[in-house]
C-alpha cells in the first residue's frame, strides 16, 4: 500500500522557485503518488512565492490542485498547542499536528527546514529531505 508524503511548506516552495534540491524532490515524489499538506500551507507558500510572479503562483496553485489539503480543524489546533518540544514555532507545530493526523498512512513528513526535521524526530515521524 502507497504511504502518503506530507509536504510542508519548504518543500512545497522547491517545487515552485527552482532551488539546489528541487530536482531530486521532484524524483523522489515521482515515486509516492499520495501527497497530502496542511490547509495553511497554501497561505504560507503563495506569500512565499509572491515575488518570483504570476507563473509561481500558478505553479503553486496546480500543486495545491494535486495534494489532499487537511483542514486545520480544532482538534489539529489542540494538537499542536500540545506538542513537544515547546520551542517548535506555531505553524511548524500545525504541519507536525497535521502530519500526525494522518496516522499509519504516513511514509515521511518532507521538510527542509532543520526544526521541522527535529520536531518530527522528537514525535517519532520519519522524515524525507531529498537531495
Same mark, same amino acid.
Given at each position: 500500500?502507497?504511504?502518503?508524503?506530507?509536504?510542508?511548506?519548504?518543500?512545497?516552495v522547491k517545487l515552485i522557485v527552482?532551488?539546489?534540491e528541487s530536482e531530486a524532490l *521532484?524524483?523522489?515524489?515521482?515515486?509516492?503518488?499520495?501527497?497530502?499538506?496542511? $490547509?495553511?500551507?497554501?497561505?504560507?507558500? !503563495?506569500? $512565499? +512565492?509572491?515575488?518570483?510572479?504570476?507563473?509561481? +503562483? $500558478? $505553479?503553486?496553485?496546480?500543486?495545491?490542485?494535486?495534494?489532499?489539503l487537511v483542514s486545520v480543524s480544532?482538534?489539529?489546533?489542540?494538537?499542536?498547542? !500540545?506538542?513537544?518540544?515547546? %520551542?517548535? *514555532?506555531?505553524?511548524?507545530?500545525?504541519?507536525?499536528?497535521?502530519?500526525?493526523?494522518?496516522?499509519?498512512?504516513?511514509?515521511?513528513?518532507? %521538510?527542509?527546514?532543520?526544526?521541522?526535521?527535529?520536531?518530527?524526530?522528537?514525535?517519532?515521524?520519519?522524515?524525507?529531505?531529498?537531495?
Amino acid at each position: 500500500m502507497a504511504r502518503v508524503a506530507y509536504l510542508d511548506s519548504s518543500a512545497i516552495v522547491k517545487l515552485i522557485v527552482p532551488e539546489a534540491e528541487s530536482e531530486a524532490l *521532484r524524483a523522489w515524489l515521482a515515486e509516492r503518488p499520495l501527497r497530502a499538506t496542511s $490547509a495553511i500551507a497554501r497561505t504560507e507558500v !503563495m506569500r $512565499a +512565492i509572491r515575488p518570483e510572479g504570476s507563473d509561481a +503562483i $500558478a $505553479a503553486a496553485r496546480a500543486i495545491f490542485l494535486a495534494v489532499d489539503l487537511v483542514s486545520v480543524s480544532d482538534s489539529i489546533m489542540e494538537a499542536a498547542a !500540545m506538542l513537544p518540544p515547546t %520551542t517548535l *514555532r506555531t505553524l511548524d507545530a500545525i504541519h507536525l499536528a497535521t502530519a500526525v493526523s494522518i496516522g499509519e498512512d504516513l511514509g515521511a513528513v518532507v %521538510t527542509y527546514d532543520h526544526r521541522m526535521v527535529e520536531g518530527a524526530t522528537k514525535l517519532g515521524l520519519p522524515t524525507a529531505s531529498p537531495s
